[in-house]
């Protein structure tokens, strides 16, 4: 008896190696100042979403990452990882510095408690033992009388820190949310409502890193590259 279609489909499949269907997006226009890479088969995008270029920016919207703990049942954690592969510049110029900010909500009845950590690892892609980190937390434990506003933020800046080229590097960003209760009536709750990545703009030299960086005032958070503009630009 010959097999079925279904069946050699099946069987075709089962021999197909893991992450066969996933894929390296690039997302580099020919007017781009900052180009990305990234593996599309990410577990992170189930949490995040897909990235969205607009302008040199990069934007997240994760509307469905949150962690919720009531009557005394623990903590929950939700945590993903998101890689850009490959972060560079076509012109060759050092990335001045790294930005990722954050932010979301919460609400805390009783003597719940709530967390957010982010965390930011730049990795230079030309020399590897070229890394920086950053991994800042918020906590809140009082009762919050309702829904309240939660942020963080993480830099880097790779042309001060790193010994070989700045231009082309590997950005991980890490998120957990931790919700916890630890007796009947409590209630804890924390929500990312979204990322906003901004302003990737590479330095157009190599220079030190300037005494104050500017951030986009909206609310939405921000990664981004600043730019030092060469002298009479």
């Known amino acids: ?32 100042t900052v180009c990305y890479q990234y593996d599309d088969s990410q577990a992170a995008l189930a949490l995040l979403g897909a990235p969205t270029r607009v ?17 005394g049942a623990g903590p929950s954690t939700s ?25 979301g909500d919460y609400e ?15 990795s230079s892609n030309v020399l590897l033992t070229d890394t920086i980190a950053a991994t800042p ?24 820190s790193f010994t070989g080229p700045a231009n082309d590097v590997k950005v ?10 630890t007796a009947a009536g409590q209630y804890a709750f924390i929500h990312k409502k979204f990322i906003l990545q901004a302003q990737w703009l590479p330095s157009t030299q190599e220079v030190p890193v300037p005494a104050a960086l500017w951030l986009l005032g ?11 503009r060469a002298v009479g630009c």
């Open 1 to 32: 008896m010959k097999p079925s279609i279904r069946a050699l489909l099946l069987a075709s499949l089962s021999l197909a190696p893991l992450g066969s269907w996933a894929a390296a997006i690039t997302d580099c226009p020919v007017t781009a």
């Open 55 to 71: 302008g040199d920016d990069m934007r997240f919207m994760p509307w469905d990452f949150w962690a919720l703990s009531e009557d």
């Open 79 to 103: 945590n993903t990882t998101f890689v850009f592969d490959r972060v560079w510049t076509p012109s060759g110029a050092g990335i001045l510095s790294l930005l990722v900010a954050e932010e």
């Open 108 to 122: 805390i009845v009783g003597n719940g408690l709530v967390s957010a950590q982010l965390g930011l690892t730049i």
């Open 137 to 160: 937390l918020f906590t809140a434990s009082a009762d919050s009388g309702g829904m309240d506003l939660w942020s963080l933020s993480a830099s880097g800046y790779p042309v001060a």
């Open 172 to 181: 991980s960003i890490a998120n957990t949310l931790t919700a916890s209760t």
């Open 218 to 228: 909206s609310g939405l958070g921000v990664l981004g590259v600043l730019r030092r």
